[in-house]
């Protein structure tokens, strides 16, 4: 049993806003030093998997930098590795209108007749898990494709993108999309397992019958008439999902919650690029609490209850509080900052005042001054 990964890099951008202007949504800035695709692809590597495509369509200059070649996750191999999908290998240049459509764009590299089975992952999903046991019982329950889903808390307010209802083997009795979840359902988490022959075929057939979404067109379709099995793995550890600004605000500061870092960080290690930065500084009159400081800062001011990545200057006088300030931004003196999203390479220059809500945070765009 040989299995691939596929990661789609870009399939969400247009739900985080302003921060996916210039970026995917899998090299999107997450927790002081990491990026969203760290987690998958930490994910992937550790559980064995070492054939991994990157299905990406723009903006992903940065998401190239990041990744270099891949030691860092120790997928730099001489027969297998990381290998980028940009556009240009299927001559397609428009937005992707759903994941069958980026499929297709791959199908070339997932038809490899060495492996037997496809990982199919999101990146704005973040979890630490080990796909081994979840391939074994996907193979073990004879389904056609197996979705990796938790529970969720019940919240009428919130539509899933994929919600199952499943009987106590895990075999799926029903399949909906964009629908609020229960107590009884599984959500899913963007994860799929699939046999490679029939993930191929399926994507064949979708492209000559016009059909772009994965979870409606292909799971939900051939479901519902009786061609499709489906099976449910459940996670049971920490799950944490970037679908919008709001969920992104709110997992950053998750983290500052000691059981929300184990969850996340606890089980295996979660790999990132690494930078050779100095420590940071801790200034005679700083006061920080409760905050998560990545290397290279320069902090003489106030910060509590925030995340801070790499090359951070706070000022004298500064005070910042439960907000994300990303890559090299100044801070300037004596500026207030409360529930903000800072961008990199930003400038808050002195005496400025920016305050918004955990609902409605200040987004600053990377590379202003303010």
Same mark, same amino acid.
């Given at each position: ?64 930098d990041h990744?270099?070649?891949?030691a ?36 070339? =590299?997932? /038809? ?5 089975? @496809?990982?199919?992952?999101?990146? &704005? $999903?973040l979890? #630490?898990?080990d796909? !081994? ?29 994929l ?29 799929f ?16 019958k ?8 292909y799971?939900?379709?051939? =479901?519902? /008439? ?5 099976? @449910?793995y459940?996670f049971?550890g &920490? $799950?944490?999902? #970037?679908?919008?600004? !709001? ?59 925030s ?5 951070v200057?706070?000022?004298e ?15 300037g ?12 390479? @930003? ?24």
């Amino acid at each position: 049993m040989k299995a691939m990964g596929i990661i789609f890099s870009n399939i969400y951008d247009s739900t985080l806003g302003e921060l996916t202007n210039h970026r995917t949504v899998a090299s999107l800035p997450f927790g002081g030093r990491y990026r969203q695709i760290d987690f998958i692809l930490s994910n992937l590597s550790n559980s064995g998997i070492y054939k991994v495509g990157l299905i990406t369509k723009y903006n992903y200059r940065s998401l190239m930098d990041h990744l270099g070649s891949a030691a860092d996750w120790d997928l730099r191999r001489k027969n297998e590795g990381l290998v980028i999908l940009p556009p240009f290998a299927s001559g397609n240049t428009g937005v992707y209108k759903g994941k069958l459509e980026a499929l297709y764009s791959a199908v070339s =590299f997932i /038809d490899n007749p060495y492996y037997d089975y @496809v990982v199919v992952c999101d990146t &704005t $999903v973040l979890c #630490n898990i080990d796909f !081994k046991p979840a391939i074994e019982n996907h193979i073990k329950s004879g389904a056609d494709v197996t979705v990796i889903s938790n529970r969720e808390l019940n919240d009428n307010a919130k539509k899933h993108p994929l919600i199952i209802y499943a009987d106590k083997k895990g075999k799926a009795e029903s399949v909906l999309v964009d629908s609020p979840s229960d107590e009884l359902a599984y959500v899913g988490m963007g994860m799929f397992i699939i046999k490679r022959q029939l993930l191929v075929d399926a994507i064949n057939e979708s492209h000559s019958k016009g059909y772009v979404h994965f979870e409606k067109d292909y799971l939900q379709r051939h =479901f519902n /008439d009786g061609t499709l099995k489906i099976s @449910v793995y459940e996670f049971k550890g &920490t $799950v944490l999902r #970037n679908e919008n600004i !709001k969920s992104y605000y709110a997992n950053n500061m998750a983290l500052l919650q000691e059981k929300t870092r184990n969850g996340l960080f606890g089980k295996n290690p979660i790999y990132t690029k690494v930078r050779d930065e100095m420590p940071t500084y801790y200034g005679e009159g700083s006061k920080i609490a409760n905050c998560i400081i990545a290397d290279g800062c320069k902090l003489h001011g106030e910060v509590s209850d925030s995340i801070l990545f790499r090359d951070v200057t706070v000022n004298e006088g500064a005070q910042i509080k439960g907000s994300i300030i990303m890559q090299g931004t100044r801070v300037g003196k004596n500026a207030k900052l409360e529930c903000v999203i800072i961008d990199k390479n @930003v400038t808050v220059t002195e005496n400025a005042e920016l305050k918004g809500t955990p609902e409605h945070p200040v987004i600053v765009k990377k590379g202003e001054t303010v």
